[in-house]
């Protein structure tokens, strides 16, 4: 595509495992009228759109794979859309690099990534408004309304960033239709979006290891210029290394 060789490196199925890591591990308590435990519950979580469950849900029994309702409460999450975000634009030609380590006269390098927000729906799917209401005054706290998740973006520069997901809006919904032997739902729909990022073409550009500079001794009556050529050894340079170029001049060139 557009004269480049292809590259993928899984931005968007990253994003969308950190998404769901964050909602992966929410348990629930069943108690009796005494307030008691009798029964904890971990809710399950899947990719796909709400609509899909709920219509399992509904559906009739049938053949021995579809004997068994699927079970509330569950929750469900998708993209919901892409949307370029300017504000967040960084300059198109700063780059970000490091070091090759298969090749130390080279180093790896990409231009400014482009920002771009992502949206994610979360729905909650339970069959009684206490299951619910749990499972989401789990979440809210953490978003206020923004919570920052560690993503890794580029992996041939290993640039971990603080990604924000931001809680855009709660809704909610009893979805309950027909007659009084149709199974009921309630859904709480929650809307995120995340500040992602997206590279470009990963390039290799060569390291400057070899510099020419014209240096003079302005002490003597004579300023005689002469050519010097320094080249570093990557294996044992170093930060301090002067390369005999510094040295203290006392001359006064005050009138």
């Known amino acids: 595509m557009l004269g480049n060789s292809p590259y993928y490196r899984s931005t968007i199925r990253n994003y969308v495992i950190a998404f769901g890591s964050i909602f992966d591990d929410i348990t629930i308590d069943r108690r009796n009228a005494n ?11 899947a990719y796909g759109p709400s609509q899909k469950y709920l ?14 309702a699927i079970t509330l409460p569950r929750m469900s999450f998708e993209i919901s859309g892409f949307t370029y975000a300017p504000e967040r634009k960084f300059s198109k030609t700063q780059k970000m690099s490091r070091p090759n380590s298969a090749d130390p006269n080279t180093k790896n390098y990409v231009y400014n990534p482009v920002p771009y927000d992502i949206g994610f729906t979360l729905t909650v799917m339970a069959k009684n408004a206490d299951d619910a209401t749990q499972i989401v005054e789990q979440i ?63 390039r290799d550009q060569k390291i400057i290891r070899t510099s020419t500079a014209t240096v003079g001794d302005l ?28 040295t203290t001049f006392n001359e006064d060139f005050g009138e």
């Open 35 to 45: 307030g008691d435990v009798l029964e904890t519950i971990k809710v399950p979580l």
């Open 140 to 202: 809210l706290p953490y978003f206020t309304p923004t919570f920052n998740i560690p993503i890794k973006e580029a992996n041939e520069l290993s640039v971990i960033r603080d990604t924000g997901l931001t809680l855009n809006s709660v809704s909610y919904e009893d979805d309950y239709e027909g007659d009084f032997l149709s199974r009921r739902a309630l859904l709480w729909t929650l809307e995120f979006t995340l500040n992602g990022f997206f590279y470009g073409v990963p």
């Open 219 to 246: 002490d003597s009556s004579e300023v005689t210029y002469a050519e010097a050529t320094v080249t570093t050894n990557p294996s044992d340079a170093l930060q301090t290394d002067n390369y005999e170029f510094l």
């Open 55 to 68: 219509a399992r849900i509904n559906q009739p029994a049938g053949n021995l794979g579809d004997s068994v």
